[in-house]
C-alpha cells in the first residue's frame, strides 16, 4: 500500500500555521480534508494563544531529542504543539508510539506513551515531563555526550499491563 504524506502552510494572525496528513491510498488529501486539517490547527492555535502580546515577546525554542535510533533537533515557536506518531507491526504484535512537544513561554511539555502488544499480551504506558526553557541544552545525550538535550522533570507517569490485570495481580 502506498502511503502519500504532504505539509501544507497558511499564514494566520498568529504566524505561519502548518498542517500535515497522511493518505493511506496513495492518493492527496482532498480539499475537503486539509480545509478540515487546517481549521483544527487554527482553533488549537487560537486557543494557545490567549495572549498574543505576550507570545510576541517570546523566542523560538529549539533543543534536541532522540526519536527514530536517531539525533532530530527540535524548534518550537511560542505557542506551538508539534507531535510524532510511529506503528509497527511485527511477529508477536504491535507497536504505536507518539511524543509531543509544546511551548509555554517558560517551558516546554514533553508527553509520551506507548500501546504495544507482544507473546506477553498488551502494556499501555505514557506520561509527561517539563523543562524551563532556560534548561533545554544541558544534559549529555545518550551516546552522543556532544549533544546537549533537555533536562526533563518527570511531572506524571502511567503504566497498564493488561496481561497482569486479567490475573489479577
Request: proline share 5%; glycine share 8%; net charge negative.
Amino acid at each position: 500500500m502506498k502511503r502519500t504524506f504532504t505539509i501544507l502552510t497558511r499564514p494566520t494572525e498568529y504566524g505561519p500555521l502548518y498542517a500535515a496528513g497522511f493518505s493511506e491510498n496513495g492518493s492527496e488529501l482532498t480539499v475537503s480534508q486539509w480545509t478540515h486539517l487546517l481549521e483544527q490547527a487554527f482553533h488549537a492555535a487560537r486557543e494557545a494563544n490567549e495572549n498574543p502580546a505576550l507570545l510576541a515577546r517570546l523566542r523560538n525554542v529549539r533543543f534536541w531529542e532522540f526519536i527514530n535510533c536517531g539525533w532530530v533537533r527540535i524548534t518550537l515557536r511560542p505557542g506551538q504543539k508539534l507531535a510524532w506518531h510511529r506503528s509497527s507491526n511485527d511477529d508477536e504484535g504491535y507497536s504505536h508510539c507518539y511524543e509531543s512537544w509544546e511551548h509555554e513561554g517558560t517551558r516546554v511539555i514533553h508527553q509520551w506513551g506507548e500501546d504495544c502488544s507482544d507473546c506477553d499480551g498488551r502494556m499501555t504506558t505514557g506520561g509527561e515531563s517539563t523543562c524551563p526553557t532556560d534548561r533545554l541544552a544541558t544534559v549529555p545525550g545518550y551516546n552522543a555526550p556532544e549533544i546537549l538535550r533537555p533536562d526533563w522533570k518527570k511531572v506524571s507517569s502511567d503504566q497498564r499491563d493488561y496481561a497482569a490485570e486479567a490475573a489479577g495481580y
